[in-house]
């Protein structure tokens, strides 16, 4: 079992991490590696875009207000390179901004607030299960995009 009293993930993932304050950022780390995952943490879009160029993960988990590079706009950026890796946004500003998975491209938006964390867990290990039921080459990356663009 978790932290949160959530069963583990099925299998140890490779996320990266991307949150400019830094304490939020070594809280999620923690967090994330408790449960079993290997985390490469990035402090904005630019360092995230860097480490998605020299390293696979299987999973994003992005704040949406950073410095020169939004998490949308990483994301955007993130889908046209590999647009199969989940991503989770993370923000306190979802309910003001009205950001949802449609308007940011993020498989799934979560407020920040004290209840983040089962949530986060939660959403890490239901997006990583999807994942692992999708059977490989199911959904070429052309296909993946041109589905995307017509939604």
């Given at each position: 079992?978790?932290?949160?009293?959530?069963?583990?993930?099925?299998?140890?993932?490779?996320?990266?991490?991307?949150?400019?304050?830094?304490?939020?950022?070594?809280?999620?780390?923690?967090?994330?590696?408790?449960?079993?995952?290997?985390?490469?943490?990035?402090t904005n879009g630019?360092?995230?875009?860097?480490?998605?160029?020299?390293?696979?993960?299987?999973?994003?988990?992005?704040?949406?207000?950073?410095?020169?590079?939004?998490?949308?706009?990483?994301?955007?950026?993130?889908?046209?390179?590999?647009?199969?890796?989940?991503?989770?946004?993370?923000?306190?500003?979802?309910?003001?901004?009205?950001?949802?998975?449609?308007?940011?491209?993020?498989?799934?938006?979560?407020?920040?607030?004290?209840?983040?964390?089962?949530?986060?867990?939660?959403?890490?290990?239901?997006?990583?299960?999807?994942?692992?039921?999708k059977p490989v080459?199911?959904?070429?990356?052309?296909?993946?995009?041109?589905?995307?663009?017509?939604?």
């Amino acid at each position: 079992m978790s932290i949160s009293g959530t069963p583990e993930s099925t299998s140890s993932a490779h996320i990266l991490l991307v949150n400019s304050n830094k304490s939020g950022l070594a809280a999620r780390k923690a967090i994330l590696e408790e449960v079993g995952h290997r985390v490469t943490a990035a402090t904005n879009g630019e360092d995230a875009w860097e480490q998605l160029s020299k390293a696979k993960f299987d999973l994003i988990v992005t704040e949406f207000k950073m410095g020169k590079m939004s998490g949308v706009e990483l994301i955007r950026k993130m889908r046209g390179m590999e647009p199969a890796i989940p991503v989770i946004m993370l923000s306190g500003y979802v309910e003001a901004l009205g950001l949802t998975e449609s308007t940011t491209g993020a498989d799934v938006v979560l407020a920040k607030s004290a209840n983040e964390v089962p949530h986060l867990i939660r959403a890490v290990s239901r997006l990583l299960r999807q994942r692992m039921k999708k059977p490989v080459g199911s959904q070429p990356r052309a296909a993946s995009r041109a589905k995307r663009r017509s939604s």
